[in-house]
């Protein structure tokens, strides 16, 4: 193998593991007109309205502890939301609490 050939194969392989460990760091909001992307649980909900989906990376995520005040929908399964499709489990770890304002809330494919 020459250095160029070895030197191609590590850049590329750099950028598939950098594009994984990014990807799996996005929680996603999906709402009517309107789509964002944040890192953390928390922001995500602030965004969100009810309605709203949240999809869940599939990584483990500390969220402390949390409520859930809003009817939104937070899906897992390891949502990948440049794909659209699983990518792992998605675990969230702390207190959570769903607070009585959250009518309608759902939650899907969580490792709570």
Do not use: N
């Amino acid at each position: 193998m020459t250095r160029f050939t070895r030197f191609i194969l590590i850049c590329l392989l750099a950028c598939c593991a950098g594009a994984s460990a990014w990807a799996q760091e996005l929680i996603a909001v999906d709402g009517p007109g309107r789509k964002a992307v944040f890192k953390t649980l928390k922001e995500a909900h602030d965004f969100a309205q009810t309605g709203d989906k949240i999809y869940i990376p599939g990584a483990a995520f500390t969220i402390g502890d949390f409520t859930i005040s809003k009817g939104v929908h937070i899906i897992g399964t390891g949502h990948d939301p440049r794909q659209g499709v699983a990518a792992g489990v998605s675990q969230l770890m702390g207190g959570l609490t769903i607070s009585a304002d959250a009518d309608g809330c759902t939650l899907t494919g969580l490792f709570i």
